[in-house]
């Protein structure tokens, strides 16, 4: 009777981690912000705005481990710089933290497995303007 109860826990067991294994797969063609992210084009209040040359080089790199690589043009001449971030993702929120007292919060707009559109709606503690918010279109780096 023992043999026959330890028997019938491990088949239920079993059960149990299959199922949940067959969910975990179904997650898995949702598309990630994992990779590496190019800007194609920017908008400020409602206006495309007129990016560089230097600009549309600028990228993200978000990692599995919730770091994230920042390569950004600061003005012209084309001088770039690289940056380490952490960020998290929680739904639609995109959070970047820069140090310690500095964090941008983002809207994701759209989250495809080829595009990015993520709109800054929160910086260092303040909530912004609708007319005050810069919305940041990516196309994924293949």
């Known amino acids: 009777m023992k043999k026959l109860n330890l028997l019938l826990g491990l088949l239920i067991g079993l059960t149990i981690l299959s ?9 898995s063609n949702e598309p990630t912000i994992i990779g590496e992210w190019v800007l194609v084009n920017q908008i400020y209040d409602g206006q495309n705005e007129n990016l ?4 549309l080089q600028e990228t993200l790199t978000f990692n599995s481990n919730g770091t994230l690589i920042s390569y950004y043009t600061d003005n012209d001449p084309c001088e770039f710089f690289t940056d380490n971030q952490q960020y998290e993702l929680n739904g639609s929120e995109l959070k970047i933290i820069f140090g310690q007292n500095s964090d941008f919060r983002y809207n994701v707009l759209d989250l495809t497995e080829t595009e990015l559109s993520i709109e800054n709606f929160y910086r260092n503690g303040e909530t912004l303007e609708e007319n005050n918010r810069t919305t940041y279109e990516y196309e994924k780096v293949e």
């Open 19 to 27: 199922c949940s294994s067959d969910s975990n797969d179904s997650n």
């Open 52 to 55: 560089s040359d230097c600009e």
